[in-house]
């Protein structure tokens, strides 16, 4: 009986359970179909969030995680799976009158389909919840980054190593490094540089390029930025004695001078003859034993054969390998004669091509270059040319008009002249202009063929091989007078050769007068340096030019312009930048100008004349800062205006509107550019912004209110905003608009505003990356966060957090946060602030997982870094800090432990006591607290 019984049980375990289970789906189908729903719908919020990080880290121009780009992909899989559940879903209802039994059966399918859908949705938005999205190198490790194609060769190494020893030889101060252009200078000291950086043979690098036009006060700068140092004093001589006092204080700094071309003198510069260690790099070795005083040089030549191999089959990819194409492609590398810089920008540009388009490439390199060149010169032409011809139409366009500029290239520069140049067609707006030249740089810097700077966002580089061989292009598409980096004008082309003549362009030569006329009938574009000298340009100068689509005069003192300037009738684009200038108000006559470019001039007064421009689309007055008077209503007037730059220049705002007497122009004005894109703009008191000013459209911006803030700090974002508002009201309209999108603030006195975070934006600050908060004694908390649901995400990219002068500022955050807040939080500084006992709560200490740095100063009753919440961490639980590089606390002389772990309690007068006797002392750190060695 008892074997009847368990058969029974089996029999009912294999048939029971699953009919149950089948039931169990048809009972539960419509709450399955909508539990899958609701599902998707968080997974739509998730993927947003997801993407809005990703649309604003690449404004910034960062690279996006791979994990990332992984996720949205699972999550377009699961979107295609769920549609197919819900068309189910449908059909099951089309299908119900063929009988109860296909529709049950068709039920069952999509409800247990359902439930599984619901389960992997949850998996993958548990998934979703990224720390950060995308990565950025800091600035130190910038130096490393631009040239990333570096392999480790023999011929390399061995001289890496020498020069490793010559580095702690404390007999030797400066050592040169030097070769032909292109073979690889720069990007070797750079591996040294990382290497003693990785080493910790030195704490600091500062790596400056010389070039052919020697710039002291930009070499300074260089070095500067390199070691966060700001001068004080402006004369090169002033400087240098700054930067020698900072080389000085600390025995492990390495200087890199990259690419000396003449005699420089170090000490000039403000490198001191001993305590810190030079590296120089120059194309002659005579420039470096004779006139800069090397100890000890070492020459590069061209790779060896198997080692130019590696590294051209690296860069060209795995379709080398294949037997048709290897012979043809070993062909191919060896005219590169072993020079990296054409082995990297041939093979990247043959990269995944077919068999016949890499025969033709080795017939381009063998043809014959141009006589005036030797053999080597004609392989690096023939290499550069190649990575030319491969490129497209308008990113050749690109290409040649960089080479018309420096080397060091400023993205806005090249915007002016592209769309000067009309280069695009069916591109009509500035910034659809703005968007074809950032994708077409895209490209040529993934050709190797420009690079990115290593000091701003703003700029590129172009290297000086390239931009050779872009000239010798240049000339070959168009006729062209080019003098370019500090070379001479020994005289004028001939009278034939201006009138064939599209490009004149003096750059950095000695030139102190202009003809009096220039028969140039094809010209389109003209640009000169004038060296900081006066010029009196004739009045008939511009008269032959008809044709004349960008004008650029630099680094003139001009009290005047010609009269001839009206006749430039196609004019598109004229720049009078670093000009000391006069009467200007004959640019009112160009009816047809678009963009007009004032940067870093002396003008105190902008002309009447200039409302008339009523075609023009940008409008650059950065750096006039003795500008005083901008005529009423000249602003307004200018309704095509798609960009306004007047950072560091005007500030005398005057209240009221268009019809409204005044002397000056008006923030009102404003509002009749209802086409702007990008504003920079300084205001100097709250008490003039209109409350109806709104900026609907702006995209980029950086705008300054009040009067503490400094212009000269280098921009990291593209949406930036600094207030010292007297009152919470002025946060209304246009200002509380764009705080919604913030990538930067700053916020100094702001009366009414107890809280950051929801007063400000309700959002949740999605955005932003750099917060800080000064001077203010209002508030108490920056983020209140018992408003917040559970799961509500706050400040889930920002990287800089600093607070100063916060005399009331009770606790950063009040009350327990969501888990991903602050989980890209890489620098926090907080000083000066009297009522804050402690920074961190536990909860909040166990989300900073990326912390960097930690700075703490001057806070008076602070007692605790982290204070421990009831029942947040167990006494064995660890925090975690593992990225911490730098802790610096001073002047807190209550500070006893960096964790409280004690029980205590708020007093009715505020203070923290204890319960129990304190047994320790310093060390700060405490056992429950881990910060990586």
């Not at 004028?492 to 009138?499: F, M, Q, R």
């Not at 949740?764 to 408003?787: C, D, M, P, T, Y």
Request: with cysteine; proline share 3%; charged share 25%.
């Amino acid at each position: 009986m008892e074997i009847v019984i368990s058969i029974a049980a089996k029999i009912a375990e294999y048939t029971v359970e699953p009919v149950g289970q089948c039931l169990g789906y048809l009972f539960y189908y419509s709450s399955n179909i909508q539990n899958m729903k609701k599902q998707v719908d968080k997974l739509q919020g998730a993927r947003d969030r997801v993407q809005h990080s990703i649309d604003a880290a690449i404004r910034d121009a960062e690279e996006i995680e791979a994990d990332v780009k992984m996720w949205l992909e699972n999550v377009d899989v699961i979107m295609g799976k769920v549609k197919e559940v819900l068309e189910g879903e449908e059909n099951a209802k089309m299908r119900s009158f063929n009988g109860a039994c296909l529709n049950l059966k068709l039920r069952h399918q999509q409800s247990k389909k359902a439930k599984k859908m619901v389960q992997d949705i949850d998996e993958v938005v548990k998934n979703g919840g990224f720390d950060k999205v995308s990565f950025r190198p800091p600035s130190q490790a910038t130096m490393t980054t631009t040239y990333k194609d570096y392999m480790t060769f023999e011929s390399r190494m061995s001289i890496v190593e020498q020069l490793m020893d010559a580095l702690g030889d404390a007999n030797i101060n400066v050592i040169g490094v030097w070769g032909m252009p292109g073979v690889g200078k720069t990007t070797l000291v750079r591996e040294v540089a990382k290497q003693v950086k990785e080493k910790k043979i030195f704490n600091e690098v500062a790596i400056a390029e010389v070039t052919q036009n020697l710039d002291l006060r930009r070499i300074q700068g260089e070095l500067a930025d390199m070691l966060d140092l700001k001068f004080e004093k402006e004369t090169v001589r002033g400087r240098a004695i700054r930067l020698r006092e900072r080389l000085s204080e600390h025995n492990k700094i390495l200087v890199i001078l990259d690419d000396i071309w003449d005699k420089l003198d170090l000490e000039e510069v403000g490198i001191p003859s001993k305590g810190c260690k030079v590296v120089v790099t120059s194309r002659n070795q005579d420039i470096l034993s004779c006139e800069i005083g090397t100890q000890k040089d070492f020459g590069l030549g061209v790779l060896r054969v198997e080692e130019a191999w590696s590294l051209f089959e690296m860069m060209a990819g795995e379709s080398v390998k294949e037997p048709n194409l290897r012979p043809t492609a070993t062909k191919v590398a060896k005219e590169c004669a072993g020079l990296p810089i054409a082995l990297v920008t041939v093979s990247k540009a043959l990269k995944n091509k077919s068999l016949y388009e890499w025969k033709d490439a080795l017939h381009l390199l063998r043809r014959p270059a141009p006589e005036h060149l030797t053999k080597m010169q004609s392989t690096i032409y023939s290499s550069i040319r190649l990575s030319y011809s491969h490129l497209g139409s308008q990113e050749k366009k690109i290409f040649l008009l960089c080479s018309q500029m420096s080397s060091s290239i400023v993205y806005l520069d090249l915007l002016k002249y592209s769309y000067g140049l009309c280069l695009f067609d069916g591109i009509n707006t500035l910034e659809d202009t703005r968007n074809r030249l950032y994708r077409l740089v895209r490209n040529l810097r993934d050709s190797c063929l420009l690079l990115d700077c290593r000091h701003s966002r703003e700029h590129l580089h172009m290297h000086d091989v390239v931009r050779d061989v872009a000239i010798l292009i240049a000339s070959k598409h168009c006729d062209m007078f080019m003098v370019g980096d500090g070379g001479e004008v020994n005289e004028w082309p001939d009278v034939d050769a201006l009138k064939r003549c599209t490009i004149f362009s003096i750059d950095g030569g000695d030139i102190r007068e202009l003809p009096d006329e220039m028969e140039c009938p094809e010209l389109q574009l003209f640009r000169v340096s004038g060296g900081n000298h006066s010029f009196q340009i004739a009045e008939t100068f511009f008269k032959g030019m008809g044709k004349l689509k960008v004008l650029d005069l630099t680094q003139m003192k001009l009290s005047s312009l010609p009269s001839s300037l009206h006749l430039l009738r196609n004019l598109q684009t004229l720049c009078l930048d670093y000009c000391v200038l006069g009467d200007i108000a004959i640019i009112g006559e160009l009816k047809n100008l678009e963009i007009l470019s004032l940067l870093n001039s002396e003008v105190s007064q902008l002309p009447r004349e200039i409302g008339l421009l009523t075609s023009i689309r940008l409008l650059d007055l950065s750096g006039c800062s003795k500008l005083e008077v901008i005529p009423p209503n000249v602003l307004s007037r200018l309704v095509q205006l798609e960009a306004l730059y007047m950072g560091n220049s005007f500030v005398q705002w005057e209240n009221g509107g268009l019809n409204i007497d005044r002397t000056n122009a008006s923030l009102t004005e404003l509002k009749h550019l209802s086409r702007l894109i990008t504003l920079e703009i300084q205001i100097q008191g709250a008490n003039i912004l209109p409350k109806d000013l709104l900026f609907e459209k702006l995209e980029r911006y950086r705008i300054f209110v009040g009067d503490v803030w400094n212009w000269s700090d280098k921009p990291e974002t593209s949406r930036e905003l600094k207030l010292k508002l007297n009152t919470s009201l002025h946060l209304q309209g246009g200002i509380k608009m764009l705080l919604n999108g913030i990538e930067h603030l700053c916020l100094d006195e702001l009366k009414g505003v107890k809280s950051i975070l929801y007063e400000l934006d309700r959002e949740g600050f999605q955005q932003l990356r750099h917060l800080h908060v000064q001077n203010n004694a209002e508030i108490k908390h920056i983020i209140n966060s018992r408003a917040l649901a559970a799961t509500e995400i706050v400040f889930p990219v920002l990287e800089k957090f600093s607070v100063k002068n916060m005399i009331n500022l009770e606790e950063i955050c009040h009350g327990k946060l969501p888990p991903t807040t602050f989980c890209n939080l890489r620098i926090v500084k907080v000083e000066h602030c009297d009522q804050l006992k402690f920074v961190f709560s536990s909860s909040m200490a166990k989300c900073l997982l990326q912390l960097q740095e930690l700075e703490i100063r001057e806070c008076s009753v602070m007692g605790a870094v982290v204070i421990k919440e009831e029942g947040d961490i167990e006494d064995g639980d660890k925090i975690l800090f593992p990225q911490l590089r730098r802790l610096a606390l001073q002047c807190l002389p209550k500070l006893i432990s960096f964790l409280n772990t004690q029980k205590a309690f708020i007093t009715e007068a505020g203070e923290i006591t204890y319960e129990g006797r304190l047994d320790f002392h310093m060390p700060v750190l405490h056992e429950q607290i881990s910060i990586k060695e």
